[in-house]
């Protein structure tokens, strides 16, 4: 892929058409945007849900809970997606930036609850119970005990939904309507509609490129917690 990005007069004359293509740039931006999006909301919604599962739901019912949250995402992705433009199109909600991020997040919220699950079940109740003992509030230990225990899950979950979701070409194209063309879209029509292979790996490597930043940037974050 590489190498075909260079296959020019000019080594990198697709990466300069690329970046000083205002419409690219907005199609990238737009991307990151949606990923940003679908990474914080699936984060609100699955640290409370991974909270009650480690430390309030008897043990007996835990596991028969977490099936229930991952059994329907053993069926294939893209079944689980027209099932879903189905319930969207009876409501009302298709083909637009709500229906896109509706199917982000269902899509891709699971990832998010499992990592922060395993970070949140590691923590000991003993340390709990000795912040308890010594009069810390249920703030306090939370904001002091919890939260900083649980931030490794929250950096992977955070690293594997971000990532994922700026790529993603599926769900823009099924439920986002024009509203859903992304940078995966637009790789796929400059690859398979426009037959561009050059301009379309200048482009993957772009986006490799700012996926590996992230992934640098949520290492050293993950470092600095870890110290």
Do not use: C
């Not at 699936?42 to 599962?53: D, E, F, K, T």
Request: a positive charge; aromatic letters at 18%; charged letters at 10%.
């Amino acid at each position: 892929m590489f190498i075909y990005s260079l296959k020019s007069e000019n080594p990198i004359e697709n990466y300069v058409s690329i970046l000083k293509n205002p419409l690219y740039i907005r199609i990238i931006g737009y991307s990151l945007l949606i990923s940003f999006l679908t990474t914080i909301i699936s984060l609100i919604i699955s640290y409370p849900v991974a909270y009650y599962l480690a430390f309030i739901i008897n043990e007996k019912f835990k596991s028969i809970i977490l099936i229930a949250f991952i059994a329907p995402f053993w069926v294939n992705f893209l079944l689980r997606t027209y099932a879903l433009y189905n319930v969207l199109y009876m409501i009302g909600i298709i083909n637009n930036f709500i229906a896109l991020l509706i199917g982000m997040i269902y899509d891709y919220y699971p990832y998010m609850l499992l990592s922060i699950y395993a970070a949140l079940s590691k923590i000991s109740k003993s340390i709990l119970d000795a912040s308890y003992l010594f009069g810390a509030t249920p703030f306090q230990r939370f904001t002091k005990i919890i939260l900083p225990l649980s931030m490794p899950g929250i950096i992977a979950g955070s690293i594997f939904v971000s990532l994922t979701t700026m790529t993603e070409f599926v769900v823009p194209s099924m439920l986002g309507g024009v509203e859903g063309y992304t940078v995966g879209y637009l790789i796929w029509d400059l690859f398979l509609k426009y037959r561009n292979w050059f301009k379309g790996s200048a482009l993957s490597i772009i986006i490799i490129s700012i996926a590996l930043i992230i992934s640098l940037f949520y290492s050293r974050k993950a470092k600095v917690i870890l110290i």
